[in-house]
């Protein structure tokens, strides 16, 4: 009775019971299908494969229980009167079921983002070993191809994107005084997505063939011909775009209908303008990468034609939807970094943000710009030469409001009362190579040079020291910055400096490099290379093994504090934000009582300035909406 028991409750035991029911689904529809149109044999490889890769998911999900609210409203059930059992957590099972408390969400999403950030480590130290002298060592070049392929994928949509939703998940309906999300169960639903997401595209290392070996950007015609890890690809990319839409879509709702009273727009903190304009972003780009593997499935499965140029199809096609949607997919990846860097400078330096309005405009300006840059990927891929000169334009123009950020930032530094905590150490590395980062970027803007280094390594020192040396950065600057916050206790602050300098200096010894062999013509994407290299890559693989390394003594100081370090206060910065006003670890719901929003977020060193203050319960219909006028100041 209690097996029984087990199996019908939401849980992992029907997870499990789901995934063999979906299992058996999809081989006797597939199985049903080709016999009914007499095809031979009945099972199929390819096609079963494919079947499952789609049906096995929904199976999970919907026996862990994401699906149950709204198959009951779906069959006119009676509803199930919310307990908000489902709501917090109160032991480590908690994390590993469905729960719609958004503060869970948020660390699931940073454990589980941080696990593929582990596994897509690894592959690069592979790759590292495999390069550290000209020659074959350890692997082939179809796995270093895979190798390469997954690295990317895991890093770009299992990674960097995900985790920035989930620190945005912990910190956002605090930082607007919010109990919760707009929509506590899809926030769920969005969390569970992404898992299969990453392990389907670990999961094609095992798939005959092996694994996707065609980049993150699994180019048509190569990626409609390749074997069938390809598809696992192009599944996975479906379930993570789902749960960043859904997250986005979210994120929008929950800011503009559940500000607290007197929180407007204008009062709102940076690391929310951020959110809200890269889930802007999201919800209008995220559609067309989806696009593009959804056609590369047809073609795969159906044998569509999309990209057949003998049947009419069009290659150059799917470079022109994917990188409508990838390069957008930077600024996804840079936004909120933007956000969190804000945060942190302006309360490690006790000083306002300068040009605060500015900030949140070249926010929604790299929104706009974001989508008229898209062909400068597509320099030498034989599209109209007339299309390069207006998208080197628009290319170079969108460094202006990025430039903004830097000197905004630079701005509120001055002067400022720097504590050089963790935090600001790893803001201040992200400044830095960031703006290296874009140098290389403007550079690769224009035309006869990005011509000349194209599929070269100065490609991949560009893209690593704005995507590490910027987002990842920015994502370690945040993580210590909201340690006290989200877990009552406080990090080993000598042990976070060792963290940052060794992964300051090993990552410009990595990367830095890679510009010099690159401008020498050393091409990317190959598991070998010419003796003339030799030199610099050693360097650089040994630098790498070292910055890897490093990663552990963030994970060590993590995880120690987490469990035995001193006991945090709720504002150990004397932050300004709502999100300090209430205690380490927050309450269930957030606030005991609805915050009022009197002031900026940033108004340090201004006398008696709050952000916000408690007061009594006011009635819902004024507490909805947000945006208001703000009530008469608390001047206790």
């Known amino acids: 009775m209690a097996y029984a028991a087990r199996l019908r409750a939401p849980g992992w035991y029907r997870a499990l019971l789901g995934m063999v029911i979906a299992f058996g689904f999809a081989f006797g529809l597939d199985v049903a299908i080709r016999a009914l149109y007499g095809w031979h044999p009945l099972v199929k490889t390819d096609a079963m494969v ?32 919310e307990d908000h059992s489902g709501h917090g957590a109160r032991s480590w099972r908690d994390y590993f079921r469905v729960n719609t408390d958004h503060k869970v969400i ?72 919010a109990p919760d999300m707009a929509f506590p169960r899809l926030n ?48 996975a990319v479906q379930f993570a775009g789902a749960s960043s839409v859904a ?67 069009d290659i150059l096609m799917y470079q022109h939807v994917f990188w409508f949607y990838s390069h957008p997919a930077v600024y996804i990846m840079m936004l909120p970094g933007f956000g969190i860097i804000s945060e942190v400078i302006s309360t490690h330096a006790r000083k306002p943000v300068f040009g605060y309005r500015m900030m949140a405009f070249s926010l929604m300006a790299i929104v706009v710009l974001g989508f008229t840059v898209w062909a400068h990927h597509m320099f030498v891929s034989g599209m109209f030469p007339w299309l390069r000169v207006p998208m080197m334009i628009t290319t170079m123009l969108i460094a202006v409001p990025t430039g903004i950020k830097i000197f905004s930032w ?12 963790t935090p600001m150490l790893f803001a201040l590395g992200f400044i830095t190579m960031f703006t290296l980062g874009g140098i290389s970027g403007i550079m690769l803007a224009v035309i006869p040079f990005d011509i000349h280094v194209s599929d070269t390594y100065f490609v991949v020192a560009h893209i690593h020291y704005v995507l590490f040396g910027g987002s990842v950065f920015t994502i370690f600057a945040g993580i210590y910055h909201w340690f006290p916050k989200m877990t009552g206790r406080m ?38 290379y010419a003796h003339q290299y030799a030199a610099w890559n050693a360097i650089v693989s040994v630098s790498a093994f070292i910055f890897g390394m490093t990663f552990f003594i963030f994970l060590y100081n993590i995880v120690t504090s987490w469990r035995h370090g001193p006991v945090a206060v709720a504002n150990p910065w004397r932050a300004h934000t709502l999100e300090w006003q209430v205690s380490s670890p927050p309450p269930v719901f957030n606030f005991d009582e609805v915050p009022t929003v009197v002031g900026g977020p940033y108004e340090y060193g201004v006398p008696g300035a709050v952000h916000g203050v408690f007061k009594e319960r006011v009635p819902a219909t004024t507490a909805a909406g947000g945006g208001g006028a703000p009530p008469p100041v608390n001047t206790e």
């Open 50 to 81: 494919t079947i499952q890769l789609i049906t096995v998911p929904f199976g999970f999900l919907i026996g862990l229980g994401a699906f149950d609210y709204w198959f009951r409203w779906a069959a006119g059930a009676p509803t199930i009167p």
């Open 106 to 177: 948020g660390l699931q999403y940073i454990c589980t983002t941080f696990f593929f950030f582990v596994c897509g480590g690894l592959m690069a130290m592979l790759m590292r070993a495999e390069l550290a002298a000209p020659g074959m060592q350890f692997v082939s070049p179809n796995t270093f191809n895979g190798l390469f392929s997954v690295h990317a994928s895991l890093m770009i949509f299992l990674f960097i994107i995900p985790v920035f939703a989930g620190i945005a998940n912990y910190v956002l309906p605090l930082m607007i005084g």
């Open 188 to 235: 769920a639903l969005s969390f569970w997505l992404l898992p299969i997401a990453g392990v389907m595209m670990l999961a094609s290392f095992f798939a005959p063939g092996g694994s996707f070996a065609t980049g993150w950007t699994a180019y048509a015609p190569l990626s409609t011909d390749t074997p069938l890890g390809q598809t696992f690809f192009s599944v």
């Open 247 to 313: 997250t986005a879509l979210n994120f929008l709702v929950t800011i503009i209908t559940m500000r607290a009273p007197g929180m407007t727009f204008w009062r709102m903190p940076l690391l929310v303008w951020a959110n809200f304009t890269t889930s802007l972003l999201v919800v209008i780009a995220t559609p067309f990468i989806a696009g593009s593997q959804f056609f590369l499935i047809l073609d795969r499965a159906l044998h569509f034609n999309f990209f057949n140029v003998n049947n009419g199809g």
């Open 410 to 421: 630079l701005a509120t530094l001055w002067r400022g009362v720097i504590h050089l905590t």
């Open 491 to 528: 990090y080993d602050e000598g042990l976070g400096r060792l963290h940052f300098w060794l992964s300051f200096i090993f990552f410009n010894l990595t990367f830095g490099p890679m510009h010099l062999v690159g401008i020498d013509g050393m091409p990317r994407r190959v598991a070998d």
